[in-house]
């Protein structure tokens, strides 16, 4: 487990101080997917390089396991450090190294003998598809490889915790997926905790089980994925939910209800179900807005809807929604802080 307690972090500015992280709290369980998502300038970044010390935190606490890390000597962060890796959003490989070599690369650090290493190094190469590359060097892959193997070199030293600071940024869109399927892959099979540090709404949406919400250098919102994004509360949620405009799509017109429906890996159907729900139920819903996506046999992302008539039409609605798998719908008011 991962906790993190009422943690600040400033930095020396041109204007003085400048808090970057400001009390933030939370706890993240074993095996899970979580993500931090955020503005640019949030304190993301930060946040996670205060996670494994890479960053002191000014005030507050990390502890990994029961373990406070900001007590530990250096010697005892860069032991810890084996079990937290990262991932980045550049890569961070070794140009000079072939692919197996970088992968042995913290393996020759932890002291573990060469052999021992290389047969390490291709069975990871394996787990992330690319048997074929041990002797290419990163120049010669494409941004997708070159990322798989930056995930294997994190996972050389049998992490506990994988880190990933906008790991798919750099890839394109069916990259990305690939990505994390793989993430997604490693955590059912080896039990690893995944942090997923990033901007992009539909990375959290594919692969995340919990999320926090980062604005300012505090944590604004957090929980589960499918209510946060279901029904957001605070302003930088609903920016992010919303990002053409969330204050005007939260006013409704007098006698109007605003229905927010998630598909959270919902099965691709060819069945119109808005147009469906308005021919068994006559409610004729509006369509306020919509981001959705098929990727391969599930579809993401959201559709407010604008349900006119009484509640009783609002909760035939929902109910009709949520009898579908990996569909979620929730009312969706003004009252958002």
Do not use: W
């Not at 692919?99 to 069975?123: T, Y």
């Not at 690939?178 to 594919?206: C, F, P, W, Y």
Request: charged share 20%.
């Amino acid at each position: 487990m991962i906790e993190i307690k009422n943690l600040s972090k400033t930095f020396p500015g041109a204007d003085g101080q400048v808090e970057a992280l400001k009390n933030v709290s939370l706890t993240i369980e074993d095996g899970d997917i979580f993500g931090i998502i955020g503005m640019s300038g949030a304190g993301k970044s930060t946040l996670v390089r205060c996670i494994n010390m890479l960053e002191r935190p000014t005030e507050g606490s990390v502890r990994i396991d029961g373990r406070d890390m900001g007590a530990l000597s250096q010697a005892e962060l860069r032991q810890v450090r084996r079990n937290v890796t990262m991932i980045f959003q550049n890569f961070n490989l070794l140009m000079q190294r072939t692919c197996l070599k970088n992968i042995c690369f913290p393996l020759e650090l932890a002291g573990v003998k060469k052999v021992e290493a290389r047969k390490r190094a291709r069975e990871l190469l394996e787990i992330v598809g690319l048997p074929d590359k041990a002797e290419a060097y990163p120049a010669q892959l494409s941004g997708g490889q070159q990322q798989r193997i930056a995930i294997a070199r994190a996972l050389a030293t049998d992490p506990k915790v994988l880190l990933c600071d906008e790991a798919t940024s750099a890839l394109d869109p069916n990259t990305t997926h690939a990505i994390l399927e793989l993430i997604r892959d490693i955590n059912r099979k080896l039990g690893i905790t995944v942090i997923i540090i990033t901007h992009q709404m539909s990375v959290v949406e594919e692969i995340c089980n919990h999320v926090a919400i980062l604005d300012g250098g505090c944590v604004v919102e957090t929980g589960d994925v499918g209510a946060v994004f279901s029904s957001p509360k605070s302003a930088a949620a609903r920016r992010l939910v919303f990002p053409e405009g969330a204050q005007e799509i939260l006013n409704p017109c007098p006698g109007e209800h605003r229905l927010r429906v998630v598909f959270n890996g919902a099965p691709t159907t060819r069945t119109p179900l808005i147009a469906q729900m308005a021919i068994e139920l006559n409610i004729p819903a509006n369509i306020l807005s919509a981001s959705t996506r098929p990727i391969g046999d599930k579809v993401y992302g959201n559709v407010l809807l604008g349900i006119p008539g009484d509640q009783g039409n609002l909760k035939k609605a929902i109910q009709y929604f949520t009898g579908f798998p990996g569909v979620l719908a929730q009312e969706v008011t003004d009252h958002a802080e």
